[in-house]
């Protein structure tokens, strides 16, 4: 059908109602809420979790635990339970690393909640992340749990209590934080594989710069 015509027609239908006009459907937005591919092309880091040193000196380092980049590369230290000095990457799919942002999304990391559960000058743990234009950063000090049984350290302080003695019931505020920061971490950890090259250094700042806000 000649192109004036077929509109001259669509228009006489619009006008008696007999045909609605069409909604344009943007070929770039998702159907899901989930990284788009040019999100997932764009190479920059978009999960991380790392440790900032500070008070008890010893316990926390300056270090990079697992830092995941839109293109698949992982870097991760070893051992992985407070960051070490010594790192390896490797490389998985992005599907992968579009997976671990779903799931993540999943386990309510990107929700909003209270983000930092820091003393002052304490060093403490970091699980940051970013997708479809959100953006998640919290910080604990309770991770990694102190090695002796009788210190507490949750949304109160850091405190002992006695051999034997029940530690206090989180608020419920809390213990959200605490599943969703349980969750997300080892979301994050799973991504790791079983092999990669050793790395001799990771810019840790890079991470910081990315998902933190302050970054």
């Not at 004036?4 to 669509?10: K, S, V, Y």
């Not at 045909?19 to 998702?30: D, K, L, M, V």
Request: contains cysteine; hydrophobic residues 35%.
């Amino acid at each position: 059908m000649h192109e004036t015509l077929r509109n001259t027609l669509t228009f006489l239908l619009l006008l008696l109602g007999l045909e609605q006009p069409r909604a344009s459907i943007p070929t770039s937005q998702p159907a899901t809420s989930g990284p788009t591919t040019a999100e997932l092309s764009t190479l920059v880091p978009v999960v991380a979790i790392w440790c900032e040193g500070g008070y008890p000196a010893g316990v926390r380092t300056n270090m990079l635990i697992v830092g995941v980049w839109s293109d698949g590369t992982v870097d991760w230290s070893e051992p992985r339970a407070s960051g070490a000095k010594k790192f390896r990457s490797a490389k998985v799919s992005t599907d992968r690393v579009g997976k671990l942002l779903h799931d993540l999304q999943a386990a309510q990391f990107f929700t909003k909640i209270r983000q930092s559960y820091v003393g002052p000058d304490s060093g403490y743990t970091v699980v940051a992340g970013q997708t479809g234009g959100k953006h998640q950063c919290l910080e604990s000090w309770h991770d990694p749990p102190p090695k002796d049984p009788n210190i507490v350290i949750d949304e109160k302080g850091i405190y002992s209590i006695k051999p034997g003695e029940a530690r206090p019931e989180p608020s419920d505020e809390y213990k959200n934080f605490l599943h969703v920061w349980d969750r997300s971490r080892r979301l994050i950890e799973e991504i790791v594989t079983a092999q990669g090259e050793p790395v001799t250094d990771v810019d840790l700042d890079v991470y910081r710069r990315a998902l933190s806000e302050q970054g």
